[in-house]
Each structure stands twice: as structure tokens, then as C-alpha cells.
């Protein structure tokens, strides 16, 4: 039965419950340990065949998403191609972002995978080598995102370990208005001087996976330096703690700002952000949609 015309995925979003920097690496990144966990908020890819134009980007957060080859999920179609001896010409990948840009959860990455995974059914030489191969060469969430769920990762995040996933919690997201150009290198700058991480609190989650995780249990290297590198993130982070009465943690690189604890609390902790300049959603972990 040949393939369908048309494909459809969600790509979903991601905190890092842990991100530990343990030093810098021959190759210039930074040698990452981290424990990551994909979220029910996700962005919907469509892959089809055609004469529309090759990337599209839609929906209530497409903004800061390019529409163009800097899109990460058409450099992953073309380094998949490459790989597999295929050719993009008559791709489009149409995008419908949930999931907001360069926010530190991961949605550009998500999308790369998601599309890597939707071309798998279409290339025969897509294997799952492939696929990693070409997921590397994008970025480093990438890899992690093939098949998501609770993953400690670790290199520059490319060297993925999939855990046994983490029961059902309730996450709140605090979106701020507005980012920074070339955040992450800058948060990475900042560090400089710093001590580097060891390790230890990826180490501890793997040995005894929690059975219950609140936002006092994340650890997250950037929060050292994050808010002094964007603005006005200082003081959204000290008003939201001050009005949930529990830590709020950076997502990622940031400036994303979350709470992760039980469902019956995740009402009043978005609540708490009302009147604040930032946006709010509601969302919960989730399992991994491709592992097999």
C-alpha cells in the first residue's frame, strides 16, 4: 500500500527537570547532564507532497517560529535526506505552534523530530541510525525528542537514555513577553568563572526515580545567571513565587518560567499569575508518543 499524501504529528513540548553543565568540550559546546520530560503541550506538523511552499507556520503561537531553511524541522528533512538519498523537492512541512518560540521548551527541536519521524514512513532507508544520525547534525534536543517521555541525555544532549517514565504531574507554564537574541551561547557566557556541575543530581534521579516530583526537586545550571540575563525576568520570578508559595523554576534556557506538582494544586498556581506580564498555560507530563 503506497503512503499516504499526507502525514500528521504532534510534536510535544519539554522541561528539563534537572540540566547540570559539567564543563566545556573540545568541540566548543558544553558537556550537558540532564533529565528531561516531554509535556501534553505540543505543536501539530503536517508533512505532504505538493507545490506549496516548503515550510508553513501557523497558529496563536507562530510567532518567532521562521518560516524559511533556518526552520529546524526543514534542516531536518534536508539532513535526513541527505542521509537516506532522498530529495525534499515538493516537501512542505506545515506547522501549527502551540508551543511558543524560544521559550526553552524545546518546540523547534520537537518539530525536527516529529518530521524526522513522519518521513520514516514515507523513506525506506529511514532507519532508526538514520535518524539519529540526522537528528545530531540539527541540534542537541533533538535526539531526545525521536522518542520523548522522561530521558536522561547527556554529551551535548545527543547521547539520550530513555527512564522508566514518571508518574502523572500537573505543569504550569509562565511565558514572558519577549526573549533574547542568541540566548543560550549568552547564558553559557555567563557561567564562565562559575564552578561546574558534577553530576550528582542527574545520578540521584536515575538511582531512585521519584515517585512524586514538586518544583523544590528541579535543578537547573541556569538559574544562576538567568536572571540577570534577561530582563524583568528577576522580578516575574520573585512575584510568582511570592503568590504560588512554592519554587518556580527556568525552563531550559529560558526565559520560560514553570511549576510542576499534583493536579489539585494547578489551579491556584495559575491563578496566582493574574495581573503578572506573563502568559499561562496549563499542561501535564506525558509519555513518550514514539517509543516503541
Known sequence: MPAPETLTGLAPAKVNLVLEVLGTRPD?????????????LADRVTISRGDGPPVLVLGLMANGTPADGSNLAWRAAEALAAVC?????????????????????????????TVLRLLQQWWPAASEDALQRAAAEVGSDESFFLDG?????????????????????????????????????????????????SGSVAAAFVKEPPRRFASADVYNAFERVAFDVFPGLASLHERLESGVGEPIRLAGAGPTLFWIGTEARAGAVAAASAGLPCTTIRSATAGSLWRR
Open 85 to 113: 538519498g532522498e530529495s525534499t523537492a515538493g516537501l512542505t512541512i506545515a506547522i501549527d505552534k502551540e508551543i511558543p518560540a524560544a521559550g526553552g521548551l524545546g518546540g523547534g527541536a520537537s518539530d525536527a523530530a
Open 149 to 197: 517521555g522522561t530521558a536522561r541525555a547527556r554529551g551535548r544532549g545527543e547521547v539520550v537514555t530513555p527512564l522508566p517514565a514518571l508518574p502523572p504531574h500537573a505543569v504550569v507554564l509562565f511565558i514572558p513577553p519577549g526573549t533574547i537574541e542568541a540566548k543560550t551561547p549568552r547564558l553559557f557566557a555567563a557561567l564562565a568563572g562559575q564552578p561546574f556541575d
Open 28 to 40: 566548543g559546546y558544553h558537556e550537558l547532564d540532564t533529565i528531561l520530560q516531554t509535556l501534553a
